[in-house]
């Protein structure tokens, strides 16, 4: 990063420099207060810019009822309204440093390695808390609509922890931006998602096997319903198949066989 | 004005239990206290009353739409034949409108309930085929009336017994009844001759298939064609139900265990 913003300080520093040169002093605190004045203006065309985008595609209408929006409702504001006057400050900022750089107030050292490197830090930080709290709730708000059918209080715990996984993440990644050492909470996030996959994995193997069996056997169909067939010493006629099991029926009693068994076995199709 | 509401008194008179349909919440709440059964049918259990019956279909007419739902109540033991039930309705608006008194044992059963819960195939699938029955009985193939047949569920031994006519169109291929481009399909292969084969989960088996039911002993009302005939015989023979939209009266029929069991009005839906 460091190395990145000394190659670029030359010519931003050279601009102010080349103003001065151009104009006479008084010149420059004009260009200054200029500058200051279209960075407001441009401030609030991005402040506008901004809210109409995020109008348009919806967010406020998606944002709606999760956590983040119903607190910043009680303060009598809205997601898009901060999204946009952040969006804004930031314009007035820059503006602002330009200006200040223009009219040579105090150090321009200072300005650029102090603001220029926490800046847009602090800004990325506060959008990725804004982001996870919403994707957070709104994920949870979508887990729990699927698993609605499901009525077992445990299913609720799933949402539970796909929220709190999300603010995790987002948590992570602002206190990353703002410098803060999260090696140890980037170490328990691995042990985390490690425990995530190989726990899943475990649980999941023989789901997985009969799935990848069913996915040939539906593109292939080596045997269709109402073909009689024998697999694994089960001897009937096929009712259904999908992804992941075979029914297969005689005399009133249905088999309902995992695929990996189906493909381990064989099949001997009985042709009559 | 007296005469009025002693009449009214004496219509509510000693009921064992009520049945509504399709309430909206306010008027689920104003039974809450009932001690006696009460019973809600509707589409879906929008008031998440504990004792539900769920209709397959919006049975325009409001006798059958009564009938399937105390059909359905009886059969989930939730009222008995002997109770006097009254159904709150909605017939012509859309708030509740028709009340009758009914006692649920009144009808002799005429296994539609039967027809959508205890069939092989998953009543959601009967909806589906039902569904599209109707719609290509009211649109025809280019305004012509169309016949069908659809054998639905036990297709592993309706396949087993029955022979291909000619290519099966749907073979290795895995569309079900209910996905969106479904309908427009069975429409034009319903100038194919021969049945549908529709598996208990909705997938589309076969068309072209040439059933082969014996039909021997198949009693289905004199009039109805051959169709109607291997229809009965199919379902007599295996665990499936066939429904069969007829060529030449329009009328779109269910039958299960060789029995008639249903008969629509495409025009009534």
Same mark, same amino acid.
């Given at each position: 990063?460091?190395?990145?913003?000394?190659?670029?300080?030359?010519?931003?520093?050279?601009?102010?420099?080349?103003?001065?040169?151009?104009?006479?002093?008084?010149?420059?605190?004009?260009?200054?207060?200029?500058?200051?004045?279209?960075?407001?203006?441009?401030?609030?065309?991005?402040?506008?810019?901004?809210?109409?985008?995020?109008?348009?595609?919806?967010?406020?209408?998606?944002?709606?009822?999760?956590?983040?929006?119903?607190?910043?409702?009680?303060?009598?504001?809205?997601?898009?309204?901060?999204?946009?006057?952040?969006?804004?400050?930031?314009?007035?900022?820059?503006?602002?440093?330009?200006?200040?750089?223009?009219?040579?107030?105090?150090?321009?050292?200072?300005?650029?390695?102090?603001?220029?490197?926490?800046?847009?830090?602090?800004?990325?930080?506060?959008?990725?808390?804004?982001?996870?709290?919403?994707?957070?709730?709104?994920?949870?708000?979508?887990?729990?609509?699927?698993?609605?059918?499901?009525?077992?209080?445990?299913?609720?715990?799933?949402?539970?922890?796909?929220?709190?996984?999300?603010?995790?993440?987002?948590?992570?990644?602002?206190?990353?931006?703002?410098?803060?050492?999260?090696?140890?909470?980037?170490?328990?996030?691995?042990?985390?998602?490690?425990?995530?996959?190989?726990?899943?994995?475990?649980?999941?193997?023989?789901?997985?096997?009969?799935?990848?069996?069913?996915?040939?056997?539906?593109?292939?169909?080596?045997?269709?319903?109402?073909?009689?067939?024998?697999?694994?010493?089960?001897?009937?006629?096929?009712?259904?198949?999908?992804?992941?099991?075979?029914?297969?029926?005689?005399?009133?009693?249905?088999?309902?066989?995992?695929?990996?068994?189906?493909?381990?076995?064989?099949?001997?199709?009985?042709?009559? | 004005?007296?005469?009025?509401?002693?009449?009214?008194?004496?219509?509510?008179?000693?009921?064992?239990?009520?049945?509504?349909?399709?309430?909206?919440?306010?008027?689920?709440?104003?039974?809450?206290?009932?001690?006696?059964?009460?019973?809600?049918?509707?589409?879906?259990?929008?008031?998440?009353?504990?004792?539900?019956?769920? !209709?397959?279909?919006?049975?325009?007419?409001?006798?059958?739409?009564?009938?399937?739902?105390?059909?359905?109540?009886?059969?989930?033991?939730?009222?008995?034949?002997?109770?006097?039930? !009254?159904?709150?309705?909605?017939?012509?608006?859309?708030?509740?409108?028709?009340?009758?008194?009914?006692?649920?044992?009144?009808?002799?059963?005429?296994?539609?309930?039967?027809?959508?819960?205890?069939?092989?195939a998953e009543s959601s699938v009967v909806r589906n085929v039902l569904e599209v029955a109707v719609e290509l009985g009211k649109k025809g193939q280019k305004g012509k009336p169309v016949g069908a047949l659809f054998v639905v569920g036990d297709a592993g031994k309706v396949m087993n017994k029955s022979r291909p006519l000619s290519y099966n169109p749907f073979e290795k291929s895995h569309v079900h009844v209910g996905d969106p481009i479904v309908n427009v399909m069975l429409k034009e292969f319903s100038r194919l001759d021969g049945a549908f084969v529709i598996s208990d989960s909705g997938k589309i088996v076969s068309a072209y298939r040439y059933l082969e039911p014996s039909a021997q002993g198949?009693?289905?009302?004199?009039?109805?064609?051959?169709?109607?005939?291997?229809?009965?015989?199919?379902?007599?023979?295996?665990?499936?139900?066939?429904?069969?939209?007829?060529?030449?009266?329009?009328?779109?029929?269910?039958?299960?265990?060789?029995?008639?069991?249903?008969?629509?009005?495409?025009?009534?839906?």
């Amino acid at each position: 990063m460091s190395s990145g913003h000394r190659s670029t300080y030359p010519a931003q520093i050279d601009a102010p420099g080349l103003i001065r040169d151009l104009f006479s002093e008084k010149g420059a605190v004009a260009i200054a207060v200029v500058v200051l004045v279209i960075g407001a203006i441009a401030g609030y065309l991005a402040w506008r810019g901004t809210r109409r985008f995020l109008v348009s595609q919806g967010v406020d209408d998606a944002v709606e009822g999760t956590l983040f929006e119903r607190t910043v409702n009680n303060v009598g504001l809205s997601t898009v309204g901060i999204l946009s006057q952040l969006m804004a400050l930031a314009v007035y900022i820059v503006s602002v440093i330009v200006a200040v750089n223009v009219a040579q107030l105090g150090d321009p050292q200072l300005f650029w390695t102090r603001f220029v490197d926490l800046l847009p830090r602090l800004f990325i930080a506060a959008l990725a808390i804004i982001l996870g709290l919403i994707v957070g709730d709104k994920a949870e708000l979508v887990v729990n609509e699927r698993l609605k059918s499901v009525k077992l209080p445990e299913a609720s715990l799933l949402a539970e922890v796909v929220k709190y996984s999300i603010y995790y993440i987002a948590a992570l990644v602002a206190l990353g931006q703002l410098g803060v050492a999260t090696a140890a909470l980037l170490i328990l996030l691995a042990v985390y998602a490690f425990g995530l996959v190989f726990l899943s994995g475990l649980a999941l193997k023989d789901l997985l096997a009969a799935g990848a069996a069913g996915m040939y056997l539906l593109l292939t169909q080596p045997y269709s319903i109402g073909d009689e067939v024998k697999i694994d010493g089960t001897r009937g006629i096929v009712q259904e198949i999908n992804v992941f099991v075979t029914h297969v029926e005689s005399d009133g009693e249905e088999y309902i066989i995992p695929n990996q068994r189906v493909f381990k076995s064989g099949i001997v199709r009985i042709r009559g | 004005m007296s005469g009025f509401e002693d009449f009214l008194d004496q219509f509510a008179a000693d009921v064992d239990g009520a049945c509504l349909f399709s309430p909206s919440s306010s008027v689920y709440e104003s039974f809450d206290d009932l001690d006696r059964p009460l019973v809600v049918v509707g589409p879906e259990n929008t008031v998440s009353a504990d004792d539900f019956v769920e !209709l397959p279909l919006e049975f325009s007419n409001p006798t059958e739409r009564v009938r399937f739902g105390i059909e359905g109540a009886v059969q989930q033991g939730l009222v008995d034949e002997e109770m006097t039930l !009254l159904c709150a309705l909605k017939s012509f608006g859309d708030d509740i409108d028709t009340v009758m008194r009914v006692r649920a044992g009144e009808f002799s059963r005429s296994g539609v309930y039967d027809l959508f819960v205890n069939s092989r195939a998953e009543s959601s699938v009967v909806r589906n085929v039902l569904e599209v029955a109707v719609e290509l009985g009211k649109k025809g193939q280019k305004g012509k009336p169309v016949g069908a047949l659809f054998v639905v569920g036990d297709a592993g031994k309706v396949m087993n017994k029955s022979r291909p006519l000619s290519y099966n169109p749907f073979e290795k291929s895995h569309v079900h009844v209910g996905d969106p481009i479904v309908n427009v399909m069975l429409k034009e292969f319903s100038r194919l001759d021969g049945a549908f084969v529709i598996s208990d989960s909705g997938k589309i088996v076969s068309a072209y298939r040439y059933l082969e039911p014996s039909a021997q002993g198949v009693d289905i009302p004199k009039g109805l064609g051959t169709r109607h005939m291997a229809a009965a015989g199919v379902t007599r023979d295996t665990n499936a139900i066939a429904i069969v939209l007829s060529e030449s009266d329009g009328l779109v029929r269910a039958f299960k265990g060789g029995e008639l069991i249903l008969e629509l009005d495409p025009e009534d839906y």
